[in-house]
């Protein structure tokens, strides 16, 4: 299947990938939810904790918010993507934010027994001597390096992201990062306003 195949070359050459991707976007848009929607599907597996399937809903909203906005941003700039095409091409940047709940949980997971007994018993009301002591626990060789791993990931999926808009619209990096910026500005900021009035 062409849509799975693809993945390797948004690894490899994800200039060639998403050329594709942005000229054929119907063939490419399921497969683009399904990337959307997997960070929270895994948490909740890893966590057996169903709740975090709501995020699906969270993070599909925000998927097609943040692509009207850069499909108008783009437009705005002389870009020239078709929104489907768009849509899937940034569907398919998000590729590496499957991995970021997979290193929470390995995280989590490593977290020192008597750390984790201390924060429950205590409520998170900790004093300063104490939280001291929490952190100089936590942040051990492990945690940091699940952490800049995480953190790599997430950098990777915004270049991805500049890419994908920069070959959809046919434009200048600087444009596609611009309008990457902003739509993520908008985004974080405006909908999470949105998320914390609902139930």
């Given at each position: 299947?062409?849509?799975?195949?693809?993945?390797?070359?948004?690894?490899?050459s994800p200039k060639r990938a998403f050329?594709?991707?942005?000229?054929?976007?119907?063939?490419?848009?399921?497969?683009?939810?399904?990337i959307v929607?997997?960070?929270?599907?895994?948490?909740?597996?890893?966590?057996?904790?169903?709740?975090?399937?709501?995020?699906?809903?969270?993070?599909?909203?925000?998927?097609?918010?943040?692509?009207?906005?850069l499909y108008a941003i783009g437009k705005a700039l002389k870009g020239r993507a078709n929104f489907v095409g768009l849509l899937s091409a940034v569907g398919y940047a998000r590729f590496p934010l499957i991995f970021p709940p997979i290193l929470g949980y390995l995280i989590v997971k490593s977290i020192p027994e008597d750390v984790k007994v201390l924060i429950k018993a205590t409520k998170g009301q900790i004093s300063n001597e104490m939280a001291i002591y929490v952190m100089t626990r936590l942040l051990n060789p492990v945690t940091v390096?699940?952490?800049?791993?995480?953190?790599?990931?997430?950098?990777?999926s915004l270049a991805l992201c500049v890419i994908a808009v920069r070959e959809s619209n046919k434009f200048s990096t600087w444009r596609a990062f611009c309008s990457v910026v902003v739509a993520?500005?908008?985004?974080?900021?405006?909908?999470?306003?949105?998320?914390?009035?609902?139930p």
């Open positions: 299947m062409r849509s799975l195949s693809v993945l390797r070359e948004v690894i490899l050329e594709e991707i942005s000229e054929n976007g119907k063939d490419f848009l399921i497969t683009a939810l399904i929607a997997l960070p929270n599907v895994v948490s909740a597996v890893l966590y057996a904790d169903y709740t975090h399937l709501k995020g699906v809903v969270r993070d599909v909203a925000e998927w097609i918010v943040s692509v009207i906005l390096t699940l952490g800049i791993i995480a953190l790599a990931l997430i950098l990777w993520l500005f908008v985004v974080t900021f405006g909908l999470t306003k949105v998320w914390r009035k609902l």
